[in-house]
């Protein structure tokens, strides 16, 4: 081989170095980029979803709390036999934009004061979705998949069960 052929290899290998070497560099730099977008992307929905949560828990500890309390004052007011201010107790709460519906129904299911009137004195499964379910001798508080909550609260009235305080909350998030 004679020197003019060695300087054109020489200098076909310090092209395709400067070629090629900068091409396999930004395809290993694209495909971490790629890798660390993916990493970013999974991590900020475990964020997202354990954001949700934590509200979601929030919202039903303030709901268990605000239905502890209103139910307190259902029981005072019954047992005063007032049911007229039981109702407007129950008209002021509503007027929150949060909160949507409060019924009271006696043990057997039966609407007794609504916040909708048109659902007094009919059954349980007429003013609520089939999802919100009636579990009678509990307190509870269940999330839906709406976000709205719902709550039921027995009230006792001297030592035996009168009924239950249900509320419905639409979660703002």
Same mark, same amino acid.
């Given at each position: 081989m004679c020197i003019r052929d060695r300087?054109?290899?020489?200098?076909? *290998?310090?092209? =395709?170095? &400067?070629? *090629? $070497?900068?091409l396999i560099v930004s395809s290993i730099k694209n495909a971490q980029i790629?890798?660390?977008?993916? !990493?970013?992307?999974? $991590?900020?929905d475990s964020l997202q979803t354990k954001a949700k949560q934590d509200v979601a828990k929030s919202y039903e500890e303030k709901l268990e709390l605000i239905g502890e309390v209103f139910s307190w004052l259902v029981i005072t007011e019954l047992s005063h036999k007032q049911t007229t201010q039981i109702e407007k107790y129950m008209i002021e709460l509503v007027k929150i934009p949060e909160f949507q519906e409060?019924?009271? *129904?006696? +043990?057997?299911?039966?609407? =007794? =004061?609504?916040?909708?009137?048109?659902?007094? /004195? /009919? !059954? $349980?499964?007429?003013?609520?979705?089939?999802? #919100?379910?009636? @579990?009678? /001798?509990?307190?509870?508080?269940?999330?839906?998949? @709406?976000? &709205?909550?719902?709550?039921?609260? !027995?009230?006792?009235?001297? @030592? +035996?069960? #009168?009924?239950?305080?249900? *509320?419905t909350y639409k979660a703002n998030y």
């Amino acid at each position: 081989m004679c020197i003019r052929d060695r300087q054109y290899i020489i200098y076909g *290998i310090l092209i =395709l170095c &400067v070629i *090629i $070497f900068p091409l396999i560099v930004s395809s290993i730099k694209n495909a971490q980029i790629k890798k660390l977008k993916t !990493e970013h992307a999974i $991590f900020i929905d475990s964020l997202q979803t354990k954001a949700k949560q934590d509200v979601a828990k929030s919202y039903e500890e303030k709901l268990e709390l605000i239905g502890e309390v209103f139910s307190w004052l259902v029981i005072t007011e019954l047992s005063h036999k007032q049911t007229t201010q039981i109702e407007k107790y129950m008209i002021e709460l509503v007027k929150i934009p949060e909160f949507q519906e409060l019924a009271l *129904i006696d +043990r057997t299911g039966t609407i =007794l =004061l609504a916040t909708d009137k048109m659902y007094e /004195g /009919g !059954e $349980f499964s007429d003013m609520f979705p089939a999802q #919100f379910y009636f @579990n009678k /001798g509990k307190n509870q508080v269940k999330k839906m998949t @709406n976000g &709205v909550f719902f709550t039921s609260k !027995e009230i006792k009235v001297n @030592n +035996r069960v #009168f009924g239950y305080l249900i *509320i419905t909350y639409k979660a703002n998030y």
